[in-house]
């Protein structure tokens, strides 16, 4: 073995720095924040946090919820799974990206959707007063995880259906020939085989909800349901401000994310099966008859109208009405809410300009960033290129809420060293410590779908390490760049936890602009805020679709 | 060019991939390094190409030293000069068919007479009329002209081939061997071959080179390789042979079914006959070993018969 000389080595040293400084030192923040008191360890007082009684009941209730949401997105999933996957319906490509618009819709927008949909004298009593005294079985539990499986179910129903799609027909029809029946194959082979991704899908499920903030503190504040993130929110916020106790709660919400992805290693490991072979798999579609196909009809629209068609409906309708007490009436319809967004005073379009810098300064720092982390991880022989690639994927695994109590404390503490905090540029740098993965998932796929050899190729037909970089690399890994870019983009765009948490004073984004307009403002000037954000951030996923599919070769 | 390696040896984690090695190439000789897969013909190729560094030994391009353990020389691939066609072709798949094959001439700044010298590639390779396209709207044939044109623009004195037809289907590998060998024997060059198939081996080669888990077992002629193999890999990796004993073996249209004076006579026992078109395919027993060799007709399974051999087509090894 030579030597690595230290040049070679720099890079992944520097990256390695760069991110146990943004990502690894908040998180050590937190644990010692949650058990060092006046520079002693001190368990007394996380202790103390997590024994009493409200916040046992929130850990119950927060537990409680992901689970309810993990059955209720499976009863939605499976049935949309399997008609995709080995039905008629497989042909309709188009549902694939329809079934996306819940998941790439905020959630806190969704939730306000149904809020004003069935709340009392709300959007549905308007229409059919018969429905009064609805709102009682809404705003419960079971309504807070309805809304939240609403969200998450894409999730789970995309990962169902590739599994489905990925069993071959011939080891079905190897149990039919062998003398099994329907019941029979379904039970004995059908699902084992696809319970190792549902394991893991339910996992996802699980740890998003864990995760989630814009739900629980929209829809569960109305019910007073207390979760994780909304308690780590207002410890950290609402006088008195009590950071130990938001540290201990995001130690603990830590511990159970790890223990739930380490969960889904081993399942993954263990448990799932290599059933993609070289061999072409022939897929034979199961005949459905008229009965059955009208069913599947009838669950499609079903799920797409409760997903996307209520909460959709509701923000936009309740952005053009005039004044809400006369609901659906000609003559009650305006634009005025959109004029008003504008011109009533300066803060919505400082809002405007708030997130659109945060987005594009985000996205483009990670884009730089972790094109590089990407680089240094493929080219290097370095044994820490592991450990960098992780340190870069750790924000996913972790709650945004977290990462941003953890960004807080350490920036906090170095204030007089580097005063960032209570800046615009402390946003940004936590809204790249969260979205980093993204640009890293991306260019990393994108590298790897580039054959070993064409850079080989570049380099005996005389191109120098830059020039290689330049004509070659560069242009196939713009696609993963791009995406990643966008992806970031859109995300930060509308991010709310992060800005709900450490946005310097009387600075609003979109996102925080929104929910003060919800809760004590002009609830239609905030929806119709809304159908900005959302029309602007799907106007720019057709760009980056545009931009794709004008790619050429590859 | 001559190329000479050196008691070249290379590890990767601990298993020795390339066991001592030297290997001298003459000057504008075809010549192919034949082996089954992992028995380090491509990791060889890489090495004179500078794509892999030899853990031991040096390499030579003439008289200049490429690559020396000892002396801690490694000129770096770009600085090699050679021509190489990928396995999978490694056509870029961002540039057309033009700037695909103009990259060597620009990345080294030989842009004069650019256009001129990429046209004269495509034409040798018969694809004038592509230098727009992009690769993913060639056919694998075409693809792999591309690779070669690539290959030959930058006039190198040697061209390394890893395995260049095997992604082509049958009937194209058939005709592209030919074309190939052509185009080499027209320019005059070096060519390097990697392959695990013994026909394009023994169809296109001045001189093979056997490999076997990182070893050459036998580096000679076609002919002699097939006619007198050194050793027992060699004897049965190329063509097929058939054992009197542990170290005698004949090759199968050597025996004869019709009685030669002063030839050998073996008993063997036949287990089916197969007909080719043009003779009929025995299989049949002799001791512990099975045998297959031409008849003019179908006899029957359980038949002893007798078989005839002349001395000196037996071959001791």
């Known amino acids: 073995m030579r030597p690595i000389s230290l040049k070679k080595r720099a890079p992944v040293l520097i990256l390695i720095a760069i991110l146990f400084f943004l990502i690894v030192c908040p998180l050590i923040m937190i644990f010692t924040k949650a058990v060092i008191i006046d520079g002693r360890l001190d368990f007394s007082s996380a202790w103390q946090t997590l024994s009493e009684n409200k916040n046992a009941v929130m850990i119950g209730n927060s537990l409680l919820l992901s689970t309810l949401v993990v059955l209720l997105s499976t009863v939605i999933a499976t049935p949309l799974a399997y008609l995709f996957s080995r039905t008629k319906f497989a042909r309709y490509r188009f549902f694939d990206i329809v079934f996306m618009i819940p998941f790439m819709t905020p959630p806190y927008i969704a939730s306000m959707g149904w809020i004003l949909f069935v709340q009392k004298r709300g959007l549905l009593q308007q229409l059919l007063p018969c429905m009064e005294g609805s709102e009682n079985w809404f705003f419960t539990l079971g309504g807070l995880a309805l809304v939240m499986s609403l969200h998450v179910f894409p999730f789970m129903l995309t990962i169902l259906k590739n599994a489905m799609l990925n069993i071959p027909t011939s080891l079905e029809e190897s149990g039919a020939v062998f003398g099994a029946g329907f019941g029979r194959r379904l039970q004995r082979i059908f699902m084992p085989l696809l319970g190792g991704n549902y394991a893991i899908g339910a996992l996802l499920v699980f740890v998003k909800t864990l995760s989630e903030y814009g739900t629980p503190a929209t829809l569960g504040k109305r019910i007073g349901f207390e979760v994780f993130t909304t308690e780590i929110h207002r410890y950290a916020t609402i006088a008195p401000i009590d950071f130990g106790s938001s540290a201990t709660l995001s130690s603990v919400l830590i511990g159970i994310c790890l223990c739930m992805w380490m969960l889904q290693n081993y399942i993954t490991t263990r448990k799932s099966y290599n059933l993609v072979s070289g061999k072409g798999a022939r897929s034979i579609q199961q005949k459905l008859s008229a009965p059955a196909t009208a069913l599947g009809w009838f669950f499609i629209v079903l799920v797409l109208f409760v997903a996307v068609v209520i909460p959709y409906f509701s923000v936009i309708s309740t952005s053009l009405i005039h004044l809400r007490g006369y609901g659906f009436a000609a003559g009650n319809f305006t634009l005025q809410h959109y004029i008003d967004l504008f011109t009533e005073n300066t803060k919505g379009v400082s809002a405007l300009k708030n997130s659109l810098f945060l987005a594009v300064s985000s996205a483009t720092i990670c884009a730089v960033l972790g094109t590089l982390i990407v680089l240094a991880v493929r080219n290097s022989k370095s044994r820490l290129r592991k450990p960098l690639e992780a340190m870069s994927l750790l924000p996913e695994m972790l709650p945004s809420i977290v990462l941003v109590i953890g960004i807080m404390l350490f920036w906090n503490q170095i204030y007089k060293i580097l005063p960032l905090y209570n800046t615009l540029g402390i946003m940004v740098l936590a809204y790249v410590v969260l979205f980093l993965p993204y640009t890293v998932q991306y260019v990393t796929s994108s590298f790897t779908q580039i054959s070993g050899s064409l850079m080989a190729a570049g380099q005996v037909f005389g191109g120098s390490g830059a020039y290689i970089f330049r004509r070659i690399t560069l242009p196939l890994i713009l696609k993963g760049v791009a995406t990643g870019w966008m992806m970031t983009f859109i995300i930060a765009f509308r991010e709310l936890v992060t800005a709900s948490l450490i946005a310097p004073p009387n600075t609003l984004v979109v996102s925080t602009y929104i929910v003060r307009e919800f809760e004590q403002g002009s609830v239609s000037v905030g929806m119709a805020m809304a159908v900005l954000c959302v029309l602007f951030t799907t106007t720019a996923l057709l760009i980056l679709n545009r931009f794709i599919a004008k790619q050429k070769g590859a | ?317």
Request: a negative charge.
């Open chain 2, 1 to 317: 060019m001559e190329i000479r390696l050196d008691g070249i040896t290379k590890s990767f984690a601990h298993k020795e991939v390339i066991q001592n090695s030297s290997l001298t190439i003459a000057s504008g000789s075809f010549t192919t390094l034949l082996g089954p897969s992992g028995c380090g013909k491509t990791t060889l190729l890489r090495m004179i190409a500078g794509l892999e560094a030899p853990d031991t030994g040096s390499v030579f391009f003439n008289d200049n030293c490429v690559f020396s353990a000892e002396k801690a020389i490694n000129i770096p691939p770009e600085k090699r000069g050679l021509g190489f066609v990928f396995q999978d072709f490694a056509l870029w798949p961002h540039m057309s068919v033009f700037e695909n094959v103009a990259f060597g001439l620009r990345a080294s700044h030989k842009t004069e007479k650019l256009e001129e010298k990429v046209r004269a590639a495509l034409h040798a390779v018969q694809l004038d009329d592509f230098a727009q396209r992009y690769p993913h709207q060639l056919s694998g044939g075409q693809q792999q002209r591309v690779a070669f044109a690539r290959a030959i623009v930058i006039a190198p004195e040697c061209i390394l081939f890893d395995e260049p037809l095997s992604a082509l289907d049958a009937l194209l590998r058939e005709e592209m061997r030919v074309e190939l060998r052509e185009l080499v024997a027209k320019l005059g060059i070096t060519a390097v071959f990697v392959t695990h198939d013994q026909t394009e081996a023994m169809s296109m080669s001045d001189k093979i080179a056997v490999l076997s888990e990182g070893r050459i077992e036998q580096y000679a002629s076609p002919e002699e390789i097939y006619s007198a193999p050194e050793t027992e890999f060699v004897a049965k990796f190329v063509g097929s042979s058939n054992w009197i004993d542990e170290h005698r073996m004949f090759r199968p249209e050597k025996a004869s079914v019709v009685r030669m004076d002063g030839a050998d006579e073996f008993e063997v026992t036949v287990v089916s006959t197969q007909f080719l078109g043009t003779s009929y395919q025995l299989h049949t027993k002799y001791r512990d070993s099975n045998w297959t060799f031409f008849s003019d007709r179908r006899i029957a399974a359980g038949t002893k018969l007798p078989v005839y051999i002349y001395d000196q087509d037996i071959i001791c090894i």
